[in-house]
Structures are given as C-alpha cells and as structure tokens.
C-alpha cells in the first residue's frame, strides 16, 4: 500500500485531532492545595505563524522579536482548560482579556514552560524551541 491509499484509508478525526496534554503548574498547586493542571493543546500552522508574525517589529536586519510575545500568545492560543475566557473567572481577577488573566495567574518561568510545551505539541522540538529562545535573548 502506498501512502495515498494509507491516507485514504486512514481515519480523517484520528490524522486531524490536535494533541493534547496535561501539564501541572506546581506552584498553584501547592498555593491551592489542589493540582492546578492545564490542558494544553497544539495550535494549528496558521495560528501558531500568525502569532510568531505577531511578535517581530522592524523591518530588515533590523528586526526584533519580542519573545515575550510571543511566549503569552502561544500560551493564550494552546491552553485550552480552564477556559481563560470565563467571564467570572476574569472578573474575579479584574481582567479584560485571557492573555492579562494568565499574566496576572504565571510567573515568567511559567508561561515560558508552558509555551515551550505548546510549542513541542505543535510540532517543534523543545531543545530546538530553547535554543531559538536563547538565541533570540542574546
């Protein structure tokens, strides 16, 4: 069988349904006394190049990419649970949007794991995604 007959014969749902994983923010965790997991998903080509166009300025050589940027977009764009966009939920923590209500829940090295995370779900490689990171930081 070659792959176009594999493809053809292939469940389409299966091929097509983003990944999903669990993921434990330790300190809310323990802050709550309950495990604080979010559901994390992969985000879609489309979205996941519009975020990371999203986050680059300048034109040229001289460009900048603001990584912090793109690291809350990827974050607000794969967590998928809980709904950041629960309107109580947002009052509750004096937010308009998700992306303000996860700056206000994370710390720094938080959204960082988590979008490293969502970043290795959609397809990139988590050594490879800490090394363009660091890349970009210096």
């Known amino acids: ?41 992969a ?26 940027k793109l690291q809350i977009m990827t974050a607000v764009a794969g967590v998928v649970s809980p709904d950041f966009n629960n309107p109580e939920l947002l009052k509750k923590f004096s937010a308009v949007t998700p992306k303000e209500l996860m700056e206000k ?8 794991a988590i979008a490293d995370k969502i970043s290795a779900l959609s397809g990139f490689d988590e050594e490879e995604t800490k090394e363009a990171t660091e890349e970009v930081k210096n």
């Open 1 to 41: 069988m070659n792959l176009v007959e594999t493809l053809l014969a292939a469940d389409q749902s299966t091929i097509l349904a983003a990944e999903t994983v669990t993921y434990e923010v330790k300190r809310l965790s323990k802050l709550l006394g309950c495990k604080f997991e979010l559901t994390l998903q």
């Open 43 to 68: 985000i879609p080509a489309r979205r996941y190049g519009e975020i990371q166009t999203s986050a680059i300025s300048g034109k040229g050589k001289k460009q900048n990419v603001d990584l912090y």
């Open 105 to 112: 829940l994370f710390n720094a090295g938080e959204i960082s």
